[in-house]
């Protein structure tokens, strides 16, 4: 048996611009790191020739292109293994609210497969093929940003490149700086799950008129990797604010009323910035305010269930191995 574990990721700016739609004119870029929330993927050998899939759902078939489920479907298919494997899957967060559950997912099966057939693969390759899988075989409409942070972990700052290269750049503080950045963040579950293809599709929507607002939010990725570099971590309060309300500008999907009075109530309360997290829609809101004012913050969204986290150093590894 084989299990991996995959971090579940927090993107504080530029994203939008992983997009093929953007970096195929300019580069990309995207300040990111991974949480202490998992994906597991389990890899057995079944007892028979059939293949025994557990998700929330079920499925058991005689080969790798009758599953259902897409991404398992494709991972096994580009792994070569097409008969007597039994998989599960769990999570410590819900699918469809913005942490990049689904890039994890893809992570952490390549990662498994690949173990249990004995292999190994790099970090680069297993986010490589979780976007062959997801953007190529899947056509999903998203971007590359989740598979490599879920893939390498860590405080990164990605570069997407018109020939389809994709530069990693780990971000180098002192650990006082990451404390005081971590305590500035609170994280509330909004309680609305979404799929993510449909706002991301509308937000395609007259792409080349949006180019200028998606250049502000490199811009942005470039600043607050500059401040926090250099020990400023106040200035990211105002960097996600602006985000947001440029993020809320390409797409009307991207909030709601319930997510805005949610966010206003923060700020009163004394948060300097935030945003919801992944494509938009609900999922997970990300507050930004000084540690003077973080009790404030917490009475005012007392309904609202926080998400305590921590930083994850290290991307997709393999946890158990048993033969």
């Known amino acids: 048996m084989i299990i991996s574990r995959t971090p579940f990721r927090i993107s504080l700016a530029g994203g939008g611009t992983d997009l093929k739609e953007f970096y195929r004119h300019e580069p990309g870029a995207v300040l990111s790191f991974a949480i202490d929330k998992y994906m597991y993927i389990t890899v057995n050998r079944y007892f028979d020739d059939s293949i025994f899939l557990k998700y929330s759902k079920s499925e058991l078939v005689a080969s790798a292109r009758q599953i259902r489920h897409p991404l398992w479907r494709e991972c096994l298919i580009q792994s070569g293994l097409h008969r007597a ?19 994890s997912f893809t992570v952490g099966t ?7 057939k004995g292999e190994f693969q790099t970090a680069e390759e ?11 075989r899947i056509k999903d409409p998203i971007g590359k940003q989740d ?16 020939d389809e290269s994709v530069k990693v750049n780990p971000v180098i503080i002192s650990e006082k700086t990451r404390e005081a950045l971590f305590s500035r963040m609170i994280l509330f579950y909004t309680g609305m799950r979404r799929k993510a293809g449909p706002i991301l599709r509308k937000a395609r929507d007259g792409f080349n ?40 500008s390409l797409t009307g ?21 935030g945003k919801i997290l992944g494509a938009g829609g609900g999922g997970f809101l990300l507050l930004f305010c000084p540690q003077s004012r973080r009790q404030s913050v917490l009475r005012a969204l007392k309904d609202w269930r926080q998400i305590p986290f921590k930083f994850e150093p290290e991307g997709s590894k393999i946890i158990h191995v048993s033969r």
Request: charged residues 20%; aromatic residues 10%; proline residues 3%.
């Open 110 to 116: 390549l990662h498994a497969l690949s173990a249990f």
């Open 209 to 248: 008129e949006k180019m200028g607002s998606l250049r502000r939010l490199k811009e942005l990725a470039y600043f607050a990797k500059e401040r926090i570099q250099k020990g400023d971590v106040d200035a990211i309060g105002p960097i996600l604010h602006e985000g947001w309300e440029i993020k809320k």
């Open 126 to 136: 297993l986010a490589q093929g979780a976007c062959y899988i997801e953007i190529e």
């Open 85 to 103: 494997i039994e998989m599960t899957s769990m999570a410590d967060i819900p699918g469809g609210t913005g942490l990049g559950s689904s890039s």
């Open 253 to 273: 999907k991207v909030s709601n009323g319930v997510i805005d009075q949610i966010y206003q109530k923060a700020l009163k309360a004394g948060a300097v910035g």
């Open 147 to 162: 598979q490599y942070i879920a893939a390498y972990g860590g405080f990164q700052f990605i570069e997407f490149m018109p």
